[in-house]
């Protein structure tokens, strides 16, 4: 019967464990340490909303400019005066240039505020800090 020896051992260490070895809810009774949580920061899209902005207007400009370098090209066609054609034709040149830029511009502008918006991830925080605070480590190094 070696069950009562080691139920009268279980016992002795019971009964004679030392005063400071307190159950596990008194040691627990301590208030735990509140570490708030910090909520990840948003980067802002005010530049994609901008640049979007700025290309649709583009975009939009270049239309009344097309329409106006059609008209110059209508007046070109029925000038019969010999010293003002060329001239009526840079016109026309120079306005379609005008509307075929603004057209380009503004859809570069569009795909530029798409990336930024929804491709590019700026980088909230810089990879290597160095703070002097008595809570936070002196440098800090992240991958």
Do not use: K, N
């Amino acid at each position: 019967m070696r069950l009562r020896p080691t139920a009268w051992l279980l016992a002795v260490s019971v009964i004679g464990a030392p005063p400071w070895a307190a159950p596990a809810h008194a040691q627990a009774s301590a208030p735990f340490e509140v570490v708030t949580r910090r909520e990840p920061e948003r980067p802002s899209h005010r530049t994609a909303w901008i640049t979007g902005l700025a290309g649709a207007a583009l975009v939009g400009l270049s239309f009344p400019l097309a329409e106006e370098a059609d008209r110059r090209y209508d007046r070109y066609l029925l000038e019969t005066d010999v010293a003002r054609i060329d001239e009526r034709f840079r016109d026309t040149e120079r306005m379609d240039r005008l509307a075929s830029g603004a057209l380009l511009s503004g859809e570069a502008l569009i795909a530029a505020a798409v990336w930024l918006r929804f491709v590019h991830r700026p980088r909230l925080e810089r990879r290597v800090t160095f703070a002097v605070r008595p809570s936070r480590c002196a440098l800090s190094l992240r991958f």
